[in-house]
């Protein structure tokens, strides 16, 4: 066994931060994190490893030229000018629906993508991303990469968003795919991670010749420690609220 040891500020970074109405993103995204989607929306940036494991998707697809990224990373400051842009051009009931406060809005993590179907006149706000064609191929096979549809239909009491069928959220596997079985949220998610304790219990998902075991860790000191079994691998990522979701990858079942 081995200690490892987390400062308490870790909990506002990792690819399962949940950032809502409730909870800000505390984090800050520098410009070293980032990196353009492709050659052709250089302007369009994201988190290094999302751009990767989004382009793995879309060349599985042959999709390169029939998806679009339409909106990546956010500053604080482009968040701001397009909520009050939605606000002079479509008032307060529709800016509410479709766009998250500033400070609030997953777009300012480097995780989350808004895709549109390529063709003429795309729609910033809400783009066209039907569930046919390629795009229903797209989601079809996103959380096998580590993506979720982050506002589905039917919970927007519970993200506080209306549904978004273009906006997709990295949050890593095998996350995304207990998410796509569970039909649960990202706030659902944590609710039920919560439940398992780390050191007393887990959730366990199998897949292949591995066994995940994914717990919670509350962070309820500054600097939090927890033991680890030697030689296994792990990861950890915070929940932005008040702790950690710990992932534990052992081989064999
Ligand atoms: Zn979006």
Not at 239 to 250: C, E, K, L, P, S
Request: aromatic share 14%.
């Amino acid at each position: 066994m081995k200690t490892i040891s987390f400062v308490r500020n870790m909990i506002y970074t990792g690819d399962l931060i949940l950032v809502n109405r409730d909870y800000p993103y505390r984090g800050e995204s520098s410009y070293k994190a980032l990196m353009p989607i492709d050659s052709v929306n250089v302007k369009v940036l994201l988190a290094r490893h999302v751009v990767s494991i989004y382009n793995n998707l879309i060349n599985k697809l042959k999709a390169q030229n029939r998806i679009t990224v339409v909106s990546g990373w956010r500053s604080q400051k482009e968040q701001e000018e397009i909520f009050n842009e939605s606000l002079m051009k479509h008032g307060k009931n529709f800016t509410s629906k479709y766009v998250a406060l500033p400070g609030h809005s997953e777009h300012q993590t480097g995780l989350a993508l808004d895709l549109a179907l390529n063709q003429p006149d795309i729609d910033f706000l809400r783009p066209c991303f039907p569930n046919t064609g390629v795009c229903a191929s797209f989601r079809k096979k996103a959380d096998r990469f580590g993506f979720i549809e982050r506002y589905p239909e039917g919970k927007e009491d519970i993200t506080g968003i209306a549904y978004e069928p273009w906006h997709f959220r990295y949050v890593g596997f095998p996350h995304s795919i207990i998410m796509k079985q569970t039909g649960d949220t990202l706030e659902e998610y944590h609710a039920r991670i919560r439940q398992y304790l780390y050191g007393r219990s887990f959730l366990k998902y199998d897949f292949g010749s591995f066994r995940t075991e994914i717990s919670y860790l509350p962070a309820d000191k500054e600097v939090v420690r927890f033991l680890m079994d030697e030689d296994t691998p792990y990861t950890v990522s915070g929940n932005n609220m008040d702790g950690f979701v710990i992932t534990v990858w052992r081989a064999g079942r």
